[in-house]
């Protein structure tokens, strides 16, 4: 006789990031397994997210309180409704020598956040894991959103169904908004360079394509607090502008440490991110600038 290794080529190497939507509505994406050995391979697709000892797994402390830098759990944020948030087809099925198969991914949040995850492995003959793929997604209430930095958050949520009061209603109320949430922009410049290179860091903000809020072209974005900004070296290449639905404007931010910068401790600059669409929304940005020798 002879003996055959089983082997498959994917499309996707190791994630699959789903972007994000709208929360209860959904997206689909598409990946194909070939397969390239001369034997036809019997497989099954398996999430974490279903597997039986996944409520044991759930007992252990979680990565962010642990002294391990290695994450081992890849399942993140799952539905409400108990219906896993990430779910494929075909989940089982034999893919002839030489002939290739295509998966559909589908992604239906059923709540707002942007830690959805989930482990994606394909099995051939029932015991051997031939490929990983770490899914990922966001929901978000409104079709706007911000990506990029440190967030200040941490990736669990807690398993109560919590109902903030929304800003529109804040809004009637005569309320003052809140910021929706906290990011960390760290510029890290570099001294003893022949020449001078502002530290540079990056934020995106997002409009989300959807059918609810189809009436709102574009959504607005403005900084605040410009002058000290500047005052401080920082410069952003868009302080505001516009983003078109579906799409994503990357705004650039360098840094290059002031005449009176004290290099002993991080300079911390406070500003706020404003996003006007089908609501108008505020992000704290936290820019903390500090100095490095090129030795």
């Keep these: 006789g002879h003996g055959v290794m089983p082997s498959i080529v994917c499309s996707v190497e190791e994630v699959l990031d789903m972007g994000y939507v709208i929360a209860k509505e959904k997206t689909t994406s598409t990946f194909k397994i070939e397969n390239t050995s001369s034997l036809n391979l019997r497989y099954s697709i398996q999430l974490d997210s279903l597997s039986s000892t996944r409520d044991k797994d759930q007992q252990r402390l979680p990565s962010f309180m642990t002294s391990s830098l290695q994450r081992t759990d890849f399942v993140g944020t799952q539905n409400y409704n108990g219906l896993s948030v990430f779910s494929i087809f075909p989940m089982e099925g034999e893919i002839t020598a030489g002939k290739s198969q295509d998966f559909i991914v589908t992604f239906s949040p059923d709540h707002e956040s942007r830690h959805y995850s989930d482990c994606l492995k394909v099995v051939l003959f029932g015991k051997e894991v031939a490929h990983v793929i770490h899914l990922k997604g966001a929901a978000r209430n409104h079709a706007v959103f911000v990506e990029g930095g440190i967030p200040l958050d941490v990736p ?77 070296g920082f410069t952003l290449d868009t302080p505001k502008g516009t983003v078109e639905r579906g799409q994503v404007k990357c705004i650039s931010v360098s840094w290059v440490p002031p005449a009176d910068f004290q290099a002993d401790s991080p300079l911390i600059v406070t500003t706020l991110l404003t996003l006007k669409g089908d609501i108008k929304e505020s992000y704290q940005i936290l820019f903390m600038a500090k100095v490095a020798s090129a030795s």
Excluded: D, H, M, W
């Design 156 to 232: 669990v949520e807690s398993l109560a169904v919590t109902l903030p009061v929304s800003s529109q209603e804040a809004a009637k109320g005569g309320k003052l908004q809140e910021p929706v949430s906290s990011i960390l922009l760290v510029l890290e410049y570099i001294e003893g360079e022949s020449s001078v290179v502002p530290a540079v860091a990056q934020l995106q903000v997002g409009a989300i394509r959807t059918a609810q809020f189809a009436s709102k072209k574009s959504v607005e974005f403005c900084f605040e607090n410009l002058p000290l900004l500047q005052q401080r």
